[in-house]
């Protein structure tokens, strides 16, 4: 996972329960809020911390992690086998959008390649998070430049 200490502050941080250890790297997120959608009582911008596991079955927490589109979230569990993308990758976009990206594939983001199972990827070079989307600005009509 990428880690850029612009702030001085890790951009990982790890939040354990029994069972399951969640990672949230804040340079990934682009508050698409699948997560807050998904399982209010673990994911909560309101409360600090905001991710809390123990607040529901790591099973449940798995779920709603695998739905964050850009690979902010991943998941440990203590009992059962490492996140995994599903086979292959499928990569899609739209007008102004950038690339998102899901299933198993490997990404070297300049600190060496690693397996990921989700990335959103900025496709048009305006990113400060290079190769990942910092969702700085729109990026349509960036191919006309």
């Not at 996140?83 to 490997?106: K, N, V, Y």
Request: overall charge negative.
């Amino acid at each position: 996972m990428s880690e850029k200490p612009a702030t001085g502050k890790p951009s990982i941080k790890a939040y354990e329960a029994d069972g399951i250890t969640v990672t949230y790297d804040r340079h990934r997120c682009l508050h698409a809020a699948e997560c807050v959608r998904g399982l209010p009582e673990v994911f909560d911008t309101a409360r600090r911390p905001w991710i809390q596991p123990h607040a529901a079955d790591p099973a449940a927490t798995a779920d709603v992690v695998r739905h964050c589109p850009t690979g902010a979230l991943h998941y440990e569990l203590a009992s059962g086998p490492a996140e995994q993308g599903d086979a292959g990758a499928t990569i899609t976009t739209g007008p102004g959008q950038p690339l998102w990206i899901r299933g198993s594939f490997t990404i070297d983001d300049g600190s060496g390649p690693r397996a990921e199972t989700r990335a959103t990827l900025c496709r048009c070079g305006r990113t400060t998070n290079a190769p990942y989307c910092s969702g700085d600005g729109d990026c349509t009509g960036w191919h006309d430049e």
